[in-house]
């Protein structure tokens, strides 16, 4: 069993900052890819940030230059720092990853969802 925990998440103004964190837990053997996506009101859930299978970062175009995914290994656990946030960028953040509980299996998990509120 894989659980993906999204914590930070919280209401600020535009223009601030807020950083969210993603960990996994349970019987993993390795992440291939970590990531987050988050869905406004009335929208299709959308691609933010992560790390591909083979290491590389790719964003949004919609957050380059503002959002900043890392990764602490050691604790299966994501981060990003969302810097100059808009009110466009209000939406529940859902953490993503493929995991393999085996050396022969992949699956994939979704967190709960954090809310980002950007708003004066």
């Known amino acids: 069993q894989v659980q993906l925990v999204e914590s930070g998440g919280g209401l600020v103004q535009p223009g601030g900052s807020l950083r969210l964190s993603c960990a996994a837990s349970?019987?993993?053997?390795?992440?291939?890819?970590m990531g987050w996506y988050r869905q406004a009101p009335e929208k299709q859930r959308e691609f933010v940030a992560g790390?591909?299978?083979?290491?590389?970062?790719n964003y949004a175009d919609s957050v380059k230059g503002r959002f900043t995914i890392s990764r602490d290994n050691a604790k299966n656990t994501v981060y990003l720092q969302m810097n100059g946030l808009k009110p466009e960028d209000t939406a529940v953040y859902y953490c993503?990853?493929?995991?393999?509980?085996?050396?022969?299996?992949?699956?994939?998990?979704w967190g709960q969802g954090t809310q980002v509120t950007v708003s004066s």
């Open positions: 993503n990853a493929d995991i393999s509980l085996t050396y022969y299996s992949d699956s994939n998990y």
């Open positions: 349970g019987s993993i053997f390795r992440i291939n890819a």
């Open positions: 790390f591909t299978r083979r290491g590389g970062l």
